[in-house]
């Protein structure tokens, strides 16, 4: 039977995203009202590896609900990387006596703890926070709203200057590995054509579609694009565009860091409690080694090692709304 938890640590790690401090404030409230010790480990695992740890009480939570980044800050951590990293990190926490984790991250943060929990008997849960909502299990990952309404605000203002003076405009959105943010924004926004890392770009098609638009003199266009698109950003598309029309206006916006911060949406919040919440009702009932995830609005309980890069998930049927919704 599996060990009772009676102090738990909870940590943020990998890239912050909005919402983190309402799922950090859900863990410590949960914890305390079933009579837990919480202690936040600040930093991520490098925190946690230099023993950077503090009790916390439900005070220490309070007014942060609303607001963006991390109050235990986040990390990226090399030495957990190693075993022995790793072990250091096992010996804080059986110093302290710490004998649960909850951990709020990416898919990285998630393979360390798979890591960790099978080298030492230190049960983990996580809890995805990541804007890029590229964990696999889950309709939702913690900031993911957010970022998407933030760039849904930039690229509305920015469609106003755009339509003033009969631009092409390309606007780069966050997502390295993944397009979420670049589709949902897109298409809450009327972009023309969408490019992101998990299709592939019809380029010919595009530059088609505006010598044609320029040819009936409305060259008035929006392309949003992940980072990761195959091309490479918005500036080296908006190369390739240039080189095909010489003479047409082609602005680029790479809206950045932004997405990342901000006063979480609504609904970041709500499941950032609702996520935290369970996370630790998880550790106390001995369900270890898994992260919480939503699937059609229930929890789902899913092992740490299965939350792997969602990929493939990006069906036609979204790009096809995308092109008939734009014709
Ligand atoms: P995210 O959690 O946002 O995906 P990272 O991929 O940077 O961010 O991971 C956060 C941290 O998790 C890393 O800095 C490292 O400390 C730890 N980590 C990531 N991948 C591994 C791994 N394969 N083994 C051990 N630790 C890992």
């Not at 339509?163 to 924004?185: C, N, Q, T």
């Not at 092992?303 to 890069?309: D, M, R, S, T």
Request: proline share 2%.
């Amino acid at each position: 039977m599996a060990k009772k938890v009676t102090k738990i640590g909870v940590l943020t790690s990998g890239g912050d995203s909005p919402g983190m401090n309402a799922a950090i404030r859900a863990v410590v409230r949960t914890g305390l009202y079933h009579g837990l010790e919480v202690h936040g480990i600040m930093r991520g695992y490098q925190g946690l590896i230099e023993d950077d740890i503090s009790k916390m009480e439900g005070r220490s939570v309070a007014n942060i609900i609303q607001r963006g980044g991390t109050i235990l800050k986040t990390a990226r951590c090399k030495e957990f990387y190693e075993a022995p990293g790793r072990k250091r990190a096992y010996e804080v926490l059986k110093k302290r006596g710490i004998n649960g984790l909850v951990i709020i991250g990416g898919d990285g943060s998630f393979r360390g703890a798979v890591k960790f929990s099978q080298e030492f008997d230190i049960p983990c849960v996580g809890i995805a926070g990541t804007i890029d909502k590229d964990i696999h299990g889950s309709d939702y990952t913690i900031g993911f709203d957010t970022a998407v309404n933030t760039a849904i605000g930039a690229i509305d203002k920015i469609r106003d200057t755009m339509d003033a003076h009969d631009r092409i405009f390309i606007i780069e959105v966050m997502g390295r590995d993944a397009g979420y943010i670049a589709l949902h924004s897109g298409i809450a926004t009327g972009a023309e054509n969408i490019l992101i890392p998990e299709r592939k770009t019809n380029m010919n098609d595009i530059i088609l579609s505006l010598q044609e638009k320029e040819r009936r003199k409305k060259l008035v266009n929006l392309i949003v694009v992940a980072e990761g698109d195959e091309f490479g950003g918005a500036n080296e598309v908006q190369k390739v565009l240039q080189e095909n029309l010489p003479k047409a206006e082609i602005r680029v916006a790479i809206l950045g860091h932004i997405q990342r911060g901000g006063s979480p949406t609504g609904i970041d919040r709500l499941i950032a409690s609702r996520m935290g919440y369970h996370a630790v009702e998880c550790l106390m009932e001995g369900r270890h080694n898994v992260f919480v995830g939503i699937l059609n609005n229930r929890m789902h309980y899913i092992p740490l090692e299965k939350a792997v890069k969602n990929k493939a998930n990006i069906s036609e049927e979204w790009m096809k709304i995308v092109k008939i919704l734009a014709s």
